[in-house]
Nanobody, 120 residues
């Protein structure tokens, strides 16, 4: 059983910063791509940032230059450093991980989310 647990969300002022963490635990052989998504009530979940197992990153346009995704495979953890936060960044942020669970199988797992609220 693989679990993803996010932390680091909370209330932050416009222009402020917050760092989200997501720890992957359980029976896994290797971590593949890891990503952060976010979702506002009534809206579709959107990809915010993704980091491959080689460290390549990609971001949605609205966060480029402000957010940084990184990973620490020794700790089975992915981070999202969020700077210069705007009210429109407020959402529930979800962690996703592609996990190798056997020699031939990767599965996708989601965390339960952490709320980020940005006050104006």
């Amino acid at each position: 059983q693989v679990q993803l647990v996010e932390s680091g969300g909370g209330l932050v002022q416009t222009g402020g910063s917050v760092r989200l963490s997501c720890v992957v635990s359980g029976s896994l052989l290797k971590l593949g791509n890891m990503a952060w998504y976010r979702q506002d009530p009534g809206k579709q979940r959107e990809l915010v940032a993704i980091v491959s197992d080689s460290g390549a990153t990609n971001y949605t346009n609205s966060v480029k230059g402000r957010f940084t995704i990184s990973r620490d495979d020794a700790r089975n953890t992915v981070y999202l450093q969020m700077n210069s936060l705007k009210p429109e960044d407020a959402a529930v942020y979800y962690c996703l991980a592609r996990v190798k669970v056997s020699d031939i199988a990767y599965y996708t797992y989601w965390g339960r989310g952490t709320q980020v609220t940005v006050s104006s």
